[in-house]
């Protein structure tokens, strides 16, 4: 790649590196700001207090000379970086300096006296600034000796040179530094010449002479290595990184600024940090280490000062704009809008124009077309004003016409859109910036498509990979092939479809590996389901092809591949206890979740008043969230450490997944999707396996109905709903049942559901295989045990997890004492009668903990660890927002809230075969495309739980503290597997008269 072509890399990104401190062009700034009337003087051999100083300020210091005098005046600088300016009595300008150290460290400057008289030294901050103090040291006045008036001399040249060098006279400015340079060698002075070499390092680089900048730089650190200077060394790193960063040497350009970040924060110069911890998140996305970079752009924000607004701009940006890229839409979105407000309080045009572009895309991505048009024609507007508002300003309009352009294909209107698009992309080629180019010729191969011309739509795919390619954009790749296989399938050519999509997906892999954060991970799998589901489509018309070829089940591992990741990658994490673990991040970790606890808490008070503000609400929630995401991030990085990424939980590929099926199973496995759903129904048997693959209806008639009937479900105890119930219950049982009835025989289901469907409890299902009327059938559950499964790559790692050792006993937990919660909570009496009846079944000596004793406690501290069977028995909270918040509700005290949050059971250690979650909602969650409903389920199945039992809506207390009595007594005076008592459990309340309706015996779904 060339330099201008990174160059250009960079301005695409929209990310300005943030560098007031580094570059000290400030000397424009003090014209406009305001001197300050009253004055100082300064006494020989003292030292002067600290003295305040704001943007635009000016202060004002006395000093007494004879001619011939030498003095030197030393400024210490925190938080502010100043400029000198010293006058002679007459008022003329004697010498102006400004070093690069930056807002801390030192600034100084040298007069040998023309005249006798009062001097006075002027301390000028930087229009816009932020407020900081300095302290003064003077010394002098004395004769001055041969070398003072060296000293002095270079001084001055360094001044003159400065003034050069900020009117681009840069080969003048360069001369008058080699001389500066020369003298302070000469005098031995290392920390001014490297001071000097650090000013030409800065014209090399505006000449664009970049090795000779980096040499530059080498010998400053070398002239520094004797000296103690740690502000201006980190001046040095900081500027070398950003030389680095120019010539494409990232990692040197990270090693620098990693180096010059610890030397800041040494110094606790949060403002410096910021700017370095901005710059490395830009690194590290060019790197494609989306992981590090967003925490690099999280530490930057969180060290922006309150008055650094253009800065807070910049990251807030770039922050959201990168979570947006991994899926996070509502948190970037709010961090877009912030920034968008910034730009607008400092009458940033452009700024405003580029934040606007990225929400726009958002709106876009979201489906909300006519918003994004609104968000792009605005940006719009405001790049054109600010071209014509600047002479010789750069036209940037050409981004928000190809954004607009996009809006307008989205909202039906091809014409403008491709008018739009043509325009874009001519101002793109025109300016040689290919990464914008391929991200338009991607746009147009889609609209090409959508007009019918596949050929003119493969022209633009093939060449916007081929650009993606040479930029080593792994994310574009994807994107460039994706579409490329779309428009093979447009022309029948499905072989090369096929080969396409997997590179698309394969690149997919590779860019997910880098992400430790799971929410990450999982928003980027359902970002890209279309992709999964083009693969899938690709497959089964291979099958139709070539029947007797492995591609239905190739499509089945395919639709595995787009299932339940985040879960399949927590299992097969080791333990916690994990002696390669960091111990300062095992004990960060647990810092972390304690100041999540807390900051629920606050968020649970918050809601709780009678009056709310609605931003102190706003807060609290981000807080929640940010903390939340935090601790996420922090245990994904804790598996790498132990060795496990992505890659090391990769699904199960096509020629193992009969495997995980016993001979007298059969896997139901859906997928929902827009147009058409697919039902897998796989089994084997002692002569082999049998697959079966068959169409279903898309997402808009499943969906409704799936939703339809939890909601009739819940409510069946209410007899006016049973006509309706039975209505909807048959139509799913044709729709989903029917195409395999001859196929179910006397098995085990293994439903492997997805999205809405994983809300029904496939054993309530009519039998399809009935020869009267549907609404005469009995549900399944009479005739077979039902088992949900979130795919059987999960089901294959919950199998091969190491099982720690347990004794054959019961722990339950029933009916806490909720205390000040009473009035949100009430208690749970049956459950109390249902842990003791439980207890006297239990087939080894029991735990009970009820009432006051039903806390957290008895799970945080190891309690639970040797029980092999759990039964909790108390409310669920399910949190549909935040899955990480959902809890289950216990007794409180004793510095506990009550809550054991679905984080918190992750981070267990359980070898139960079988955990049973008696309570209300228990199997519900957020319910994230390709992942599942998130919840509770995954956390217990996470923490090391074999099986887990929940329920799908509020249960009965007395009706599933009988259920739960006949289920234990199957399972162990019977020794049935669970799913066999369960069904028994469930068929004999079914037969009981006054409790048939689903809603008391149906509710419960075992999982694993």
């Not at 609104?374 to 014509?388: D, M, W, Y």
């Not at 842990?835 to 501290?861: C, H, K």
Request: glycine share 10%; charged share 30%.
């Amino acid at each position: 790649m060339t330099r201008e072509a990174f160059a250009r890399r960079q301005a695409r990104l929209l990310v300005f590196l943030v560098l007031a401190g580094l570059v000290a062009d400030a000397a424009w700034w003090w014209i406009s700001g305001s001197r300050s009337e009253a004055e100082h003087r300064l006494l020989p051999g003292r030292s002067a207090a600290r003295f305040a100083l704001g943007g635009g300020e000016v202060r004002r210091h006395r000093f007494l000379l004879d001619a011939g005098d030498y003095a030197e005046v030393r400024v210490e600088q925190e938080g502010i970086d100043v400029e000198l300016v010293v006058l002679a009595p007459g008022g003329a300008e004697v010498v102006r300096t400004d070093s690069p150290s930056g807002a801390r460290g030192l600034e100084e400057v040298a007069v040998v006296a023309p005249a006798p008289g009062a001097y006075l030294l002027e301390v000028h901050a930087p229009m816009g600034s932020g407020s900081g103090t300095y302290s003064l040291s003077y010394l002098g006045p004395r004769p001055a000796g041969a070398d003072d008036r060296r000293r002095a001399e270079a001084l001055e040249l360094l001044s003159r040179g400065e003034g050069l060098r900020l009117e681009h006279e840069l080969e003048a400015a360069e001369q008058l530094f080699d001389r500066a340079v020369a003298t302070f060698v000469a005098l031995g002075d290392r920390r001014r010449s490297a001071t000097t070499r650090l000013r030409l390092l800065r014209c090399a680089q505006a000449r664009g002479d970049l090795e000779r900048a980096l040499d530059l730089g080498g010998q400053a650190l070398r002239d520094l290595e004797p000296v103690e200077n740690p502000e201006l060394r980190a001046a040095a790193l900081a500027q070398m990184g950003l030389v680095a960063f120019e010539l494409e040497r990232l990692p040197d350009a990270v090693a620098a600024w990693r180096e010059a970040l610890e030397l800041r924060g040494r110094l606790e110069d949060r403002e410096g940090q910021a700017r370095l911890f901005h710059n490395l998140g830009h690194a590290y996305q060019l790197l494609g280490r989306s992981q590090a970079a967003l925490d690099a752009y999280v530490a930057a924000l969180d060290r922006r000062g309150a008055s650094d607004t253009r800065g807070r701009a910049e990251t807030l940006h770039n922050l959201g704009s990168l979570e947006v890229d991994l899926g996070e839409d509502e948190r970037g979105s709010r961090r877009l809008e912030q920034a968008a407000a910034l730009w607008r309080d400092l009458g940033d045009e452009l700024g405003e124009a580029r934040t606007l572009d990225r929400l726009g895309l958002v709106e876009l991505g979201a489906g909300r077309a006519e918003a994004a048009a609104s968000r792009f024609e605005r940006a719009l507007e405001l790049r054109r004003r600010a071209a014509a508002g600047r002479s010789g300003a750069l036209d940037t309009t050409a981004v928000s016409l190809a954004n607009l352009g996009l809006a307008r294909r989205h909202q039906g209107r091809l014409a403008e859109a491709e008018v739009l698009g043509r325009a874009a992309l001519e101002r793109f080629v025109a300016a040689g910036d290919g990464l914008a180019e391929a991200r338009v010729r991607d746009n147009l191969g889609h609209l090409e498509r959508v007009l019918g011309r596949p050929r003119a739509a493969l022209a633009e795919h093939l060449r916007g990979f081929e650009l993606y390619r040479g930029l080593e954009d792994v994310a574009g790749e994807s994107s460039a092939l994706a579409g490329v296989a779309f428009d093979r399938r447009a022309l029948g050519e499905t072989a090369a479809a096929l080969e396409a999509i997997e590179a698309s997906l394969e690149r997919f892999e590779t860019r997910r590996d880098e992400l430790a954060a799971a929410f990450a991970r999982r928003s980027l799998l359902a970002s890209l389901e279309d992709r999964f589901g083009l693969a899938v489509e690709l497959y089964l018309g291979r099958a139709r092809e070539e029947p007797s070829g492995p591609w239905a089940l190739e499509a089945l591992a395919t639709n595995e591949r787009a299932r339940a990741r985040g879960l399949l990658e927590a299992l097969v994490a080791p333990p916690p206890t994990e002696p390669s673990a960091d111990l300062s991040r095992v004990e960060s970790e647990a810092g972390l979740a304690a100041s999540l606890s807390a900051a629920v808490a606050r968020r649970t008070e918050i809601l709780n008043r009678p009056v709310r503000d609605d931003r102190v609400v706003e807060l609290a929630e981000t807080a929640v969230v940010e903390l939340s995401q935090r601790l996420d991030e922090l245990r994904g990085e804790l598996r790498r450490e132990r060795g496990v990424g992505p890659r090391a939980s990769a699904p199960l590929a096509a020629r193992e997944l009969v495997r995980w099926l016993k001979d007298d199973e059969l896997l139901l496995e859906y997928r929902l999707g827009r147009e058409e759903s697919v039902l897998w129904a796989l089994r084997r048997d002692g002569s082999g396996s049998r697959l079966e693959v068959h169409r279903l209806p898309g997402e808009s008639t499943l969906v409704p109905l799936a939703r339809r009937a939890h909601r009739l479900l819940a409510r069946s105890r209410h007899r006016e709903t049973r006509g309706a119930l039975a209505s909807v219950l048959c139509e799913l049982s044709s729709t989903l049942l029917s195409p395999v009835a001859e196929e179910l025989g006397n098995r085990t289901l293994v439903v492997a559901a997805g999205g809405a469907l994983e809300l029904l409890p496939f054993a309530a299902l009519p039998d399809p295989r009935f020869p009267g009327p549907c609404i005469a059938a009995p549900p399944l559950v009479t005739t077979q045990p039902v088992v949900a499964s979130p795919s059987l790559s999960v089901r294959r790692a919950v199998a091969e997890r190491p099982r720690r050792p347990t004794s054959p006993s019961l722990a339950v937990v029933a009916d806490p004492d909720f205390g000040g919660r009473a009035r949100e909570l009430s208690r749970l009496p049956g459950s109390r009668r249902e842990a003791l009846a439980l207890a006297e079944m239990s087939p080894g000596p029991p735990l009970i903990a009820l009432g006051g004793g039903a806390r957290e406690a008895i799970f945080t501290g190891g309690g639970l660890d040797t029980f092999r069977w759990l039964h909790l028995a108390t409310h669920a909270r399910i949190d549909d927002r935040h899955p990480e918040l959902s809890a289950l509700e216990l007794a409180g005290g004793g510095g506990e809230d009550g809550r054991l949050r679905l984080y918190e059971i992750a981070g267990l250690e359980l070898g139960a075969e079988l955990v049973t979650l008696a309570a209300c909602r228990s199997g519900l969650g957020e319910e994230v495309r390709g992942e599942g409903l998130v919840g509770l389920r995954g956390a217990f199945l996470e923490a090391g739980a074999r099986r887990v039992l929940t329920s799908l809506w509020d249960v009965s207390d007395d009706a599933t503290a009988e259920l739960m009595r006949q289920f234990y007594r199957f399972l162990w005076r019977d020794g049935l597997e669970p799913e066999e008592a369960l069904r028994r459990a469930q068929a004999n309340c079914l037969a009981t008269s006054n409790r048939q309706a689903p809603f008391y015996w149906a509710a419960f779904v075992l999982s694993g």
